[in-house]
């Protein structure tokens, strides 16, 4: 590589900081489109075993099972670079860590709200599951929606907030669901949906990096500690904490947390290198590759513990972080390097408003569903003809994601 190439990447990675980090975002959108299309992808038959989650009992893993841990290891980049932009703007940690607090409640409140989505009882709440699950999702849109700050219209913007917060407050104050045994029971909290598990391991991983947030090399070590604690949970080597709820232990078994780490290793390695020396682009992608190398031989040797998503095994957790360091690394190059970024045109709103693309999928299901539409669920449901319906869905809802960014309707939480 030639010197004024050289400076080139230097000036490019040194700068960053103080901008949009383009390939966290445009990783971020790819990742989401790609899960829209996989859950549509789901009810599709007729399709060859490695595009649908690999059975629990079967030591496999397919791109399907890579998804989520992309979303835990693009968590896990964001996590120092938001939190250090909070810091700069207001030193104080207390306020830090409400907006930690606050944002793990929001998070786990909408994967509640996902999660019981089908469970609620008509009879015992007045109204059917699914306009239920309609009514809290509006609620929420209506409450974290980022509205212009125009002042004319700031007292209707925070009667909308208020009502949003309101209508939440209300359906989750009248949901009631039956339990096996017949009796009324109100939210179930044994599966927390993926923006819940998101919203855990945001806080666990928080909790890590900021007691330690000082240290260059901290976010490795936990990384190995929460690697180490998933290899005997999975091994049986411990009993602690295997059932613990996360609301007590929020690290889990570790998987989960062990990908966001890698996620915070790397933005330490790409986008927070200042005190590691790694300067140009060169250093920073041979520092990446020797890392994903490393968790993919890892990987590779603790295959006799298994290869699950379901089981959240190491090695699904390893390969997963090797495939992401990868992904990131190219994309880097690509978006951030290179500069060339309209390509990915079609998802970089998806990685921008994230949480509002993520949920137009089930805004879309509860609708057609309340509205009695079943067409898609009997037909265009097998073979290529259904892989083609689930490709239109995808672009479909990515076009509404830009539609609706470009009139102002962003989440943020």
């Known amino acids: 590589m030639n010197p004024s190439m050289e400076l080139l990447q230097a000036n490019a990675t040194n700068t960053i900081r103080a901008q949009r980090v383009a390939s966290i975002d445009i990783f971020r959108g790819l990742t989401m489109t790609l899960m829209i299309f996989v859950n549509e992808l789901a ?16 030591d496999a893993m397919t791109y399907v099972d890579m998804v989520f841990p992309a979303f835990l290891f693009i968590l896990g980049m964001t996590i120092p670079i938001a939190l250090e932009h909070r810091l700069r703007k207001n030193s104080s940690v207390p306020a830090l860590w409400l907006h930690i607090m606050l944002r793990t409640i929001a998070l786990v409140l909408l994967g509640l709200i996902l999660a019981n989505a089908e469970l609620g009882s008509r009879a015992l709440m007045g109204i059917g599951p699914i306009m239920w699950t309609i009514l809290a999702l509006s609620g929420a849109v209506l409450f974290w929606n980022v509205y212009p700050r125009t002042e004319r219209y700031q007292p209707l913007f925070r009667i909308l907030r208020f009502s949003g917060l309101a ?4 359906m989750f104050a ?22 819940g598990l998101l919203g855990w391991t945001y806080l666990a991983v928080s909790i890590l990096y900021i007691a330690t947030r000082r240290w260059n090399w901290a976010p490795l070590a936990w990384f190995a500690a929460m690697t180490i604690l998933c290899i005997a949970l999975t091994a049986k080597w411990i009993p602690f904490p295997r059932h613990l709820p996360l609301y007590i232990w929020p690290w889990g078994n570790g998987a989960m947390a062990s990908i966001a780490l890698a996620g915070v290793v790397t933005s330490s390695i790409f986008v927070n290198s200042h005190g590691l020396r790694w300067n140009t682009f060169r250093q920073k992608s041979t520092v990446a590759i020797l890392f994903s190398v490393v968790t993919f031989f890892c990987g590779w040797l603790l295959t006799p513990l298994g290869i699950s998503k379901i089981r959240a095994t ?11 360091v990868l992904l990131f690394t190219l994309l880097y190059w690509i978006c951030d390097v290179r500069r060339a970024v309209r ?43 259904g892989v083609l319906r689930c490709l239109i869905f995808t672009g479909l809802i990515l076009a509404l994601s830009a539609l609706l960014t470009r009139w102002k309707l962003r989440l943020q939480i």
């Open 43 to 58: 009810e599709v038959k007729g399709l060859p075993w490695w595009n649908y989650h690999a059975p629990a009992k079967v």
């Open 167 to 170: 209508l939440m407050v209300a």
């Open 174 to 195: 009248i949901f009631r669901r039956t339990t096996t045994d017949g009796h009324a029971a109100w939210i179930s909290t044994s599966y927390p949906e993926i923006l």
């Open 314 to 324: 190491p090695t699904w957790c390893l390969y997963s972080i090797s495939c992401s």
């Open 343 to 385: 390509w990915a045109v079609f998802a970089r709103p998806a990685g921008e408003n994230t949480l509002l693309t993520y949920l137009l999928p089930d805004f879309y299901f509860f609708i057609v569903s309340a509205c009695g539409f079943t067409y898609f669920a009997e037909h265009a449901n097998y073979g290529l003809l």
